[in-house]
């Protein structure tokens, strides 16, 4: 591939992964949550904003560590990508995850912009995975979440359009 073209790829994956193009970002999503909503459920809705977050947190830290991390392990699926609890055990947890998904979200990034990673390649431990592949599963698991955290906060009344 020309250096055009890898570098316009590149830009685009950064664009995709960071999010907020065509979707709610996550800041919009999350940031300014109702502490006392966010251990909350909604009738016909499976997961509270806190799992839901959890979730993205820890199934993007794990994607990323399998992403750079040969000794990396997974958690077991599917209970060790969901919290055990409905709802953070306080506020610094919450804020916690929320530093803890943006430091993982610019390693991403940093992977996705340096030019010596091959996105093509096979990454050595892996199945047939690619960091072209991993990132846009970031990407769309990333906004698919993000859009039920949306659809939450529009159920429970505090999302302003």
């Known amino acids: ?26 800041d919009d999503a999350v940031v300014d949550f109702p502490a006392n909503l966010r251990g909350q459920k909604v009738n016909g809705f499976p997961h509270t904003a806190w799992m839901l977050f959890e979730h993205m947190r820890i199934a993007q830290w794990d994607i990323l560590e399998f992403s750079r991390n ?16 409905e ?36 990454i050595p431990w892996g199945d047939g995975q690619t960091i072209l592949r991993e990132a846009l599963l970031i990407a769309d698991h990333n906004a698919y979440h993000l859009g039920q955290l949306v659809a939450l906060r529009r159920l429970l009344g505090t999302w302003k359009e």
């Open 1 to 26: 591939m020309n250096n055009d073209k890898e570098k316009s790829l590149r830009e685009h994956l950064l664009v995709l992964v960071k999010g907020g193009e065509a979707h709610a970002t996550f």
């Open 87 to 122: 709802a953070p055990p306080n506020a610094a947890a919450w804020d916690n995850s929320i530093k803890a998904f943006r430091k993982d979200l610019k390693a991403i990034q940093n992977l996705i912009r340096n030019p010596r990673t091959d996105l093509y390649a096979p």
């Open 70 to 85: 040969r000794k990396h392990v997974s958690p077991p699926w599917p209970k060790g990508y969901w919290p055990e609890a």
